[in-house]
């Protein structure tokens, strides 16, 4: 059966309602495309790229300056004005070292009832200035008389600490600065220091 202009115009209840056409929205061809148009699909990758690297730029961009002004905060690299520079303390330093006198050796009997153990001890003076070093060295055997006369003294028992020891040469030195008007001995150092 042939369909006429009724049947043709009877809407069919399968097929979907068409829309009601207003007055504003002027018709269109049903080649016509709507509203934007679409990119085509190089045109979405190039955008896509873009914003990429633009964020990648701009992470990378946090990432140098937070690394420079943690640097700066540091003290790696130097900072002008806004961080205050650290102030640097010169390292200590070294003591000043007077002439010294290296004594001859001293071979000595120490002060115990059997009579059986000695000491060998060499000792270097520290002088406190130039100037005074031959004064020093005038005195030489008179220094050596008291240190035998002090080492001869002791016992063996007080001579194996070592907190003995180092209370000998402030007993040293004491004693050796007696012999001058002035201190003229700045240190007393044992070179060497056996006892049997």
Sequence with gaps: MKK???????PNPSAPAP?????????????QETGKAKPENGEVKA??????????GFAGFILVAGGL???????WIGAPGWIQN?????????????PMIKMAPLIINL?????????????????????????????????????????????????RRPEKRDNLKKELLDKANQLFPSAKIKQIYFDEFLFQ
């Design 111 to 159: 002060h115990e009832n059997a009579g059986d153990h000695y000491i060998k001890a060499t000792l270097v003076l520290e002088v406190a200035q130039k100037d005074w070093l031959e004064e020093v060295q005038a005195r030489v055997p008179s220094l050596t008389d008291m240190m035998i006369l002090t080492l001869g003294d002791k016992k063996l028992e007080e001579l």
């Design 86 to 98: 650290k102030k640097t303390t010169p390292p200590p330093s070294l003591p000043v070292v007077g």
């Design 69 to 75: 002004a943690a640097a700066a905060y540091l003290g």
């Design 19 to 31: 829309k009601p056409s207003s007055a504003k929205e002027p018709q269109r061809e049903s080649g």
């Design 4 to 10: 006429t202009k009724i049947d043709q115009s009877e």
């Design 47 to 56: 955008k896509r790229s873009k914003k990429f690297f633009l964020l990648l």
